[in-house]
């Protein structure tokens, strides 16, 4: 089932939003201090290509100091507008029956968007 729901989830927006987080992590990648930040847009990028069957798990070295420094850099520079971009999409999507899944995976995504650093969507 989270085969088909990944098809569907592809075809009708999740590659090019995949595409965009990508696209933008390889801007952000340019500069050295913007690499941290590049590689987690880039991650987010892959989770939001294929959500379905996966779940968002805090890895082991969370509570590190600097992961926990550059979580509340990217919260106030990126996180808090993607995560609003999720919830949008959620809320759009939850109005049609047909929606719910999706709007769901959107809703998986928001912890993954505000606080990357320490989080992985398996």
Known sequence: ??????????????????????????????????????????KIGFATMAPFGKENVVTDSSANLLRMIFNV?????????????????????????????FAYQHLKLIPLALFPFGRELR
């Open 73 to 101: 850099i990217w919260l106030f520079l990126f996180g808090w507008a993607i995560a609003f971009a999720h919830l949008v999409s959620a809320g759009i999507l939850a109005l049609t029956v047909i929606g719910i899944p």
């Open 1 to 42: 089932m989270s085969l088909l729901g990944n098809i569907i989830w592809l075809i009708f927006g999740g590659f090019l939003s995949g595409l965009g987080y990508i696209i933008g992590g390889l801007g952000t990648c340019l500069t050295i201090i913007g690499i941290p930040f590049g590689l987690q847009a880039i």
